[in-house]
C-alpha cells in the first residue's frame, strides 16, 4: 500500500495510507455528510456567569471517519477568520465525537515511532498540521475538538494546553474520583504511569483547532502498534480500566460493584467533559443541531 496524498483547499498536502479494516458493532459509524438536523434530540444549554457562548455539536455516540471531522474543523476556522477580518462576532465552536480506528501524526511526526510497515498499516494513517507525535483513535475515546478564538481568552498556547489538562483533571476527579496529574515536560493527562489523555492542537490566526483524546473505554491494543506521542517507557490507560483497578483492589471481581455501569461510561464522561470545560473557559453552551456538510461529500482526486 503506498502513501497518497490529498490536497484540500487552504490546506496543502497531507499523507494519507488508506485501509478499510476493523469496524465496531458498539457505535453507529456515521458519515457527516450523512448527517441531518437531527430534530429529535433534545438540545442542552449550559449556562455560566461568562458572557461568551460557545456552539456545542454533540456526536459523542458516532463513529465520525477522521478524514470528515478533520475537514469540519478545517472549514469552521476558515469561517471564523472571515468573521475576525470583517470584524463581526467570532463565537467558540464545540465538537465531541469518537472516530473510527485511525492513526494519526502530527506535521513533524517521525515514522519511527509507528511499528508496523506504513505500506501494510493496520488502520488508516493520517498526517495532520497539529503539534505532536504519533496518537491512536478508535471506539470507546472521546475526542473533544474545541475550535477556539483566544482572542476570546488568552493569546498563550501554553495555558491553552493547560487549560485543556485541567478540563480531563476535573472530569477524572470529580466524576470518578480519580486523581491526575500533569508531568513536567510533557503534555497530557496521567494517573500514575498511565497516560489517559492525549492533546495536540494547531493555530491559525489565533483560532484554535484539534484538541484532545481521552480513553474512556477504548480497546488499548491498537496502542501497541505505536510509540505512542513517542513517548517511550510509559503506559496508556483507560477510565474503565482505572475503575476496574479500584474495584478488585477493593475486592470487588464484578464491575457492577462499581457505582458506574461501564455501558454508561462514555454518556457519563461526555457530560461531565462538558461541564468541566464550560466551567474552565467560563463558556455558556450552546448544543447546536449538526448541519448536513454538503462539501464532505465531495471525494478528494486521487
Known sequence: MIIQSITTSNSGSFPICPTSRHRSQSCKIIPLNLVSSQKGQELTSINHKGDRTCEYFDLH?????YEDA?????????????????NEECPD????????????????SSLEYLNFDIKNAPFDVYRTERGGEVTYHGPGQLIMYPIINLRNHKMDLHWYLRELEEVVIR??????????SRIEGLTGVWVGDQKLAA????????????????????????FNLIVPCGIRNRKVGSIKGLLGEACLLNGHTDAKAHH??????IDITSQSLIREFSEVFQLQIQQKSVPILEFLMKKPES
Open 199 to 222: 492533546i495536540g492542537i494547531k493555530v491559525s490566526q489565533w483560532i484554535a483547532y484539534h484538541g484532545l483524546a481521552l480513553n474512556v473505554t477504548t480497546d488499548l491494543e491498537p
Open 61 to 65: 455516540k458516532e463513529l465520525v471517519p
Open 93 to 108: 465552536t464545540l465538537i465531541v465525537l469518537q472516530h473510527q480506528p485511525v492513526y494519526t501524526l502530527g506535521t513533524g
Open 70 to 86: 478533520w475537514n469540519w474543523q478545517k472549514m469552521i476556522v476558515r469561517e471564523k477568520i472571515g468573521l475576525i477580518e470583517r
Open 260 to 265: 458506574f455501569d461501564y455501558s454508561q461510561l
Open 171 to 180: 472530569v477524572l476527579s470529580s466524576t470518578f474520583s480519580i486523581k491526575a
